[in-house]
């Protein structure tokens, strides 16, 4: 298949376009800049469309022409989620494309409300204007969180920096910032793995059906991730008490009207977010049960104990 993949050169986008390459499909690219996606890669490429901003209508229809099927790498980022999605699905219309994996890759949020998490209401949104509007029906992958957001890569999502969960010490000490017990089983994917199963599951019979999918790598709670990178590395893993649940939950509502009443939500909303991830791991409110883990045996499933030896970062 020829496999649209608009934010190719982005933190999910570059393992999406390796694992469609790999499985013998012909990849276009669709950014705004193509220097930023490594030459071995983009020399694969069947081609490379750039857009100019998220309304980029003549860019969307020159990307979507002739092609088989899209996967929407783009990060939560409001704009690109509902706005320029929305014009890529659009465009996706014109061509005839009926297969349409958008921006999901995170918890399961298929029957949440507006307002629990802020970076999840433009993919909420999308979804329910999708299904009124487009006879187009989009898949959507839950996995849990993100490896690279889990251990705080720099750039990798919500929990870095200041709301960092997994700190790195020197001389192989970490620390875990830790908001409630720790006890709850947490579903988790690495990029390659959600890589896999999204090309998988996008290029299987059936996709243009759509619907919703739950995948993840392994599942354990954060007080097993401490235990295990003890047990591997030799190297202390220290537990620090940020503050209990029902305390967190009252920061988030300060937070959040305090933002809203001043007119900054937009503004302000990513420093919500970590708080509110912070609830979802030791709560598990919206975890995911990875029933379509089997659809695709040769999907790999990378262990806990595997990531952490494979991983100099963590």
Not at 169 to 192: C, D, M, Q
């Amino acid at each position: 298949m020829l496999i649209l993949i608009p934010g190719a050169t982005g933190r999910l986008g570059l393992y999406i376009v390796r694992s469609a390459i790999q499985r013998g499909h012909r990849v276009r690219a669709l950014g705004r800049n193509a220097e930023k996606m490594p030459q071995d890669l983009r020399a694969q490429l069947e081609s490379f469309v750039e857009m100019t901003d998220f309304g980029d209508s003549v860019a969307f229809d020159r990307a979507c022409a002739g092609v088989d099927a899209i996967i929407v790498a783009w990060n939560e980022e409001p704009r690109l989620v509902l706005d320029a999605q929305l014009v890529l699905l659009r465009a996706a219309e014109r061509a005839a494309i009926q297969r349409f994996h958008a921006v999901s890759w995170n918890t399961d949020w298929e029957h949440m409300p507006l307002g629990v998490i802020e970076s999840y209401d433009a993919m909420i949104c999308f979804a329910r204007q999708a299904l009124l509007t487009s006879p187009i029906k989009p898949l959507y992958t839950f996995c849990g969180v993100l490896a690279k957001t889990l251990f705080g890569v720099p750039g990798a999502g919500s929990l870095e920096g200041d709301a960092s969960l997994w700190v790195r010490k020197e001389g192989g000490e970490r620390v875990i910032n830790l908001i409630g017990a720790g006890k709850t089983p947490t579903p988790f994917s690495t990029e390659e793995d959600v890589a896999e199963f999204t090309v998988a599951l996008t290029t299987s019979d059936g996709a243009e059906n759509g619907g919703y999918f739950r995948f993840c790598s392994d599942v354990f709670s954060i007080l097993d991730l401490k235990e295990t990178y003890e047990q591997l590395r030799g190297s202390k893993c220290h537990i620090n008490h940020v503050m209990d649940v029902t305390t967190c939950k009252q920061m988030i509502k300060q937070a959040r009207d305090d933002a809203i009443r001043n007119g900054e939500l937009h503004k302000r909303f990513k420093n919500i977010v970590g708080l509110v991830y912070a609830v979802f791991l030791d709560e598990g409110c919206y975890n995911i049960e990875p029933v379509d883990a089997e659809k695709f045996p040769d999907v790999p499933r990378t262990t806990l104990k595997e990531y952490i030896l494979a991983n100099e970062w963590v």
